[in-house]
């Protein structure tokens, strides 16, 4: 099955600066890749994806980046605020099922 | 709040005990998943189903069941051969069993007696 890596556990970044979130994949027949946001005590939200023939792709303040021969795909948010501070989670898609990461809680300090 | 509802936000199961977690949904979406949650370990599938009275097992389905009825309904049951049921579970759904753009309920929180 798919296994999902996801980097870094927890990431502590200041207003205003970047953050970088990586994940790569197992299965090279996966296509489909998004990313959710889970605010404390919340559900998990779908925040942006990517499908396998896309490179890129953004929304505003948020971007993902894929790179199918590496197995690999990042989140950048730039221009972080204080109401980015969640737990992020990529997951990847194969035939119907989505595998998640462990997830990166993202602690934006004023 | 709308769109898919999970019952109850907390739950206790005593040893030997079956529990049932609800889970419902008026998105008119096909498919619906039901995903356990534990601390550093991300979601993990135990369950889906992408049609009425059709359902597959997921990752880590052991100690556990589920039915679809309706479309609407997808209700999962931790069973008393699960021996680790403590965790926050999570169901879902999306159009067309494609597990593409999950909308998540928000979630039940089981514990141990």
């Known amino acids: 099955g798919e296994n999902v890596e996801q980097h870094p556990s927890t990431l502590s970044v200041q207003e205003g600066d970047s953050a970088v979130i990586k994940c790569t994949y197992s299965?090279?027949?996966?296509?489909?890749f998004p990313w959710y946001k889970q605010e404390l005590g919340k559900r998990p939200q779908l925040i942006i994806d990517?499908?396998?023939?896309?490179g890129e792709k953004k929304d505003q303040r948020i971007a993902v980046t894929l790179n199918k021969t590496a197995k690999h795909f990042s989140l950048h948010i730039t221009e972080t605020q204080p109401e980015d501070s969640a737990v992020y989670f990529c997951?990847?898609?194969?035939?119907?099922?989505?595998?998640f990461g462990a997830g990166t809680t993202v602690t934006v300090r004023a | 709040d709308g769109g898919i509802t999970q019952s109850p936000k907390y739950l206790f199961r005593k040893e030997g005990q079956n529990v049932t977690l609800s889970c419902e949904q008026n998105?008119?979406?096909?498919?619906m998943y039901w995903y356990r949650q534990d601390p550093g370990q991300g979601l993990r599938l135990i369950y889906y189903s992408q049609i009425v009275n059709d359902f597959q097992k997921g990752d880590i389905a052991e100690g556990y069941s589920v039915s679809r009825e309706k479309k609407e309904s997808f209700p999962l049951t931790v069973t008393s051969a699960q021996k680790n049921p403590t965790a926050f579970y999570l169901c879902?759904?999306?159009?067309?069993?494609?597990?593409?753009?999950?909308?998540f309920g928000s979630g039940t929180q089981l514990s141990v007696l």
């Open positions: 879902a759904s999306s159009m067309k069993g494609a597990g593409e753009k999950l909308f």
């Open positions: 998105l008119n979406h096909d498919a």
């Open positions: 299965d090279s027949a996966s296509n489909y």
């Open positions: 990517i499908r396998s023939n896309v």
């Open positions: 997951a990847a898609k194969n035939d119907y099922k989505l595998s």
